[in-house]
């Protein structure tokens, strides 16, 4: 629990841009970190199609004893998923398999990080996996023979169905494939094993036009892998996780051309403070704002092989650098108040007497619950939409033991407008609690609760009606 705590402190005391915005601007609803919450999900890659946010990631599993390998990365499938909103995500069901695959080893469990882009109406879904056999004679020197090879399979809409191609593509040996398409119309593919390469891809996207290049100038020492690519006012970023210290961190590098010389520039998201050892990027543009898009263990905290994709805001500064991500668990937009509020997700809270556990450590889909257990501890939540001021009642599914005082909600701050003050009295079951408001408020505030009592009080969601 105590790496909950510290990975929240760190990350959700700064200051969240993006949720300063009017309600009048931002049309988002339910924006919280992890997007996805039935299963593992790592790697992904956000693209912008026909107005909608979608998202191509890996798909953790944990292998059984004769599957893969036990205690490593194991991902058998690809999930696509979509939102209109970058809050509520739709899970298209499983659009490919290591099983589907004509030469992928339908035993090693490594359906790795992924890619996917629309090219003339078609959509290209890049994927890599051990191949059945490593043709050695083929295997490009500088990247040890690898017997990662990178596939491609194609559909009618990003949903699929994906028809995946007989052969991997020729002359490329390695994970983590990333397409570009420049604004001449020109595809490239990027890839790592050990290094970065790029090369041109034909117009039919299946196959390269150019031989292969060792991208430059970029660190010898640690891990480097998760090329990702974009452009932005004529500048070329690519983005990588990278290996410094103990864990990866996501670094970048900018040129004035697709596949370099490339120039180091700085940090985008330092390494996960609970020792989650992987991380893995892509930034989009939606609706005039970037975001990032990467992965963390949330979902389990003792094993960093199984990981929960997340998002948050990205801003440049006026130089066109990328100022530092800190990752919240708060993530984008706005919250209805009408919606149940999830302050596990919070985005303040007091420096003792607050933590966040999960309802069911066994199944820890179900999420988490606020815990309350010292005289004027708080909790901070970001930017709730109370709309045109209709909500005269709050629901709160809270559990008390030993308890006695009051539990206030207020907006604005800690000293702000009083909604409510629910008297406490002990319950061993979840209830919820409904409580009048005392007077009715419209437009987007910050709710606080604050616990002004002995004892210890767990809240999963409050809600107003």
């Known amino acids: 629990m105590r790496s909950f705590k510290i990975l929240s402190d760190i990350n959700t005391k700064k200051s969240f841009l993006l949720l300063i915005i009017s309600c009048l601007i931002v049309e988002f609803a339910i924006a919280q970190n992890p997007l996805i919450r039935d299963q593992f999900t790592a790697d992904p890659t956000a693209r912008v199609i026909n107005g909608k946010i979608y998202v191509f990631p890996s798909h953790d599993i944990r292998c059984e004893t004769t599957q893969g390998r036990p205690d490593w990365f194991c991902m058998e499938d690809y999930h696509v ?65 690898s017997s990662f090879r990178i596939g491609v399979a194609v559909a009618d809409t990003p949903e699929g169905p994906y028809r995946p191609e007989s052969n991997p593509i020729d002359h490329v040996h390695g994970i983590d ?89 700085g940090v985008i998201m330092d390494e996960s403070p609970v020792g989650c050892w992987t991380n893995h990027q892509s930034i989009v543009q939606y609706e005039g704002q970037w975001f990032l898009f990467y992965h963390h263990n ?20 006026a130089h066109g650098k990328i100022q530092k991500v800190i990752p919240t668990l708060r993530g984008i937009g706005l919250t209805k108040a009408h919606a149940q509020v999830q302050l596990d997700r ?98 987007c505030h910050d709710l606080f609760l604050v616990f002004k009592g002995d004892g210890v009080l767990e809240v999963d969601w409050v809600s107003f009606n």
């Open 81 to 145: 998923f979509s939102s209109s909103n970058m809050t509520d995500w739709e899970d298209h069901g499983m659009i490919l398999s290591q099983y589907q695959v004509p030469w992928a080893d339908q035993e090693s469990f490594s359906m790795w990080a992924p890619d996917g882009i629309e090219r003339d109406g078609k959509f290209y879904f890049y994927f890599p996996s051990k191949a059945k056999s490593r043709d050695d004679s083929t295997a490009d020197p500088k990247v040890n023979g």
């Open 177 to 265: 494939p990333n397409v570009f398409i420049d604004h001449d119309g020109q595809a490239y593919l990027y890839w790592s094993q050990h290094h970065f390469f790029g090369a041109k891809l034909n117009s039919n996207m299946l196959e390269l036009d150019s031989e292969v290049i060792t991208l430059k100038d970029f660190p010898d020492e640690g891990l480097k892998e998760g090329p990702f690519v974009f452009e932005r006012n004529g500048i070329y970023y690519m983005t990588y996780p990278h290996v410094a210290n103990k864990t990866e961190r996501i670094e970048y590098a900018t040129a004035d051309n697709p596949l370099g010389p490339f120039e180091f520039q």
């Open 346 to 443: 919070y985005s303040d809270s007091s420096e003792e007497g607050f933590q966040i556990e999960f309802l069911d450590k066994s199944n820890p889909f179900l999420g988490w619950k606020s815990v309350l257990s010292q005289p004027e501890a708080w909790v901070r939540y970001n930017q709730v939409d109370f709309e045109h001021g209709e909500l005269n009642k709050a629901m709160i599914k809270m559990k008390a033991k030993d308890i006695s005082g009051v539990l206030e909600l207020r907006i604005g701050d800690l000293n702000g407008q009083l909604l409510s003050v629910l008297t406490l009295a002990d319950s061993e079951d979840w209830i919820e609690k409904l409580t009048d408001l005392n007077s009715q408020v419209s437009g």
């Open 298 to 317: 949330d979902y389990s905290p003792e094993f960093d092989k199984n990981r929960s994709i997340r998002a948050d805001s990205l801003f440049f500064d």
